[in-house]
């Protein structure tokens, strides 16, 4: 498994934009990124393949978030667009699911500790 660390959370307002980074220790297939609110189960926010060429989206987000990869630095982006008070959550990425079930968080083999994004309205 290999170590994954998410960094570019913060605080920002209704309509701002931020954008996440997940750096992994080794080379990664497919990569994630999900979110957990409080009191809510994990969900799946964007996935994509290793070549980059496919990329996968929860409906809440589409449109306003774009995923992405630079296999060079072993670094999968998420760019938060048009953010909205819901999108409040702590973000997880994850690596190298079992199967191509990329929205399932029970296929994803390595995750990361998380870092907190904060909407405010």
């Known amino acids: 498994q290999v170590q994954l660390v998410e960094s570019g959370g913060g605080l920002v307002q209704a309509g701002g934009s931020l954008r996440l980074s997940c750096a992994a220790s080794?080379?990664?297939?497919?990569m994630g990124w999900f979110r957990q609110a409080p009191g809510q189960e994990r969900e799946f926010v964007a996935a994509i393949t290793w070549s980059g060429g496919s990329t996968y989206y929860a409906d809440s987000v589409k449109g306003r978030f774009t995923i992405s990869r630079d296999n060079a630095k072993k670094t999968v982006y998420l760019q938060m667009n048009s953010l909205k008070p819901e999108d409040t959550a702590v973000y997880f990425c994850?690596?190298?699911?079992?199967?191509?079930?990329?929205?399932?968080?029970?296929?994803?083999?390595?995750w990361g500790q998380g870092t907190q994004v904060t909407v405010s309205s």
């Open positions: 994850a690596a190298d699911p079992r199967s191509r079930q990329y929205s399932n968080k029970y296929e994803y083999l390595s």
């Open positions: 080794g080379r990664t297939a497919a």
